[in-house]
């Protein structure tokens, strides 16, 4: 899968079970150097670039990493929403995203 990032989100409720815990979400958008970022931190760019640092609202699929403490499972997707370079906000899913064929990742740039 190559080198990502890693969004830490506190305190989000598993998708399966609502069962409330940490999770670390590895995604690939801005410069994809395992960088740790927590919610509304700035994305850093400029070496191993995925997305459009100039775009405004983008919408990026992420994997948890962690299972869920109470259910046990795992594998869940995040929905991360970027606006203006920062992550505002990310919320974990069962269903991932249908990219179109022709996109060039795991983001939609919405704006
Ligand atoms: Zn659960």
Known sequence: ?????????????CPNCQHIQSWAIQ?????CWRHEYNLFDELVWDRNDVGVRAASIVLVEGISEDTCQ???KGDFYAR??????????????IKNILFPI???GDYLIIN
């Open 102 to 104: 022709d996109s060039d």
């Open 27 to 31: 995604f690939k958008y801005g410069d």
């Open 1 to 13: 899968m190559g080198i990502y990032n890693i969004l830490k989100l506190k305190s989000c409720s």
């Open 80 to 93: 991360i929403f970027i606006d203006d370079n920062k992550i505002v906000t990310a919320s974990l899913v």
């Open 70 to 72: 109470n259910c046990l």
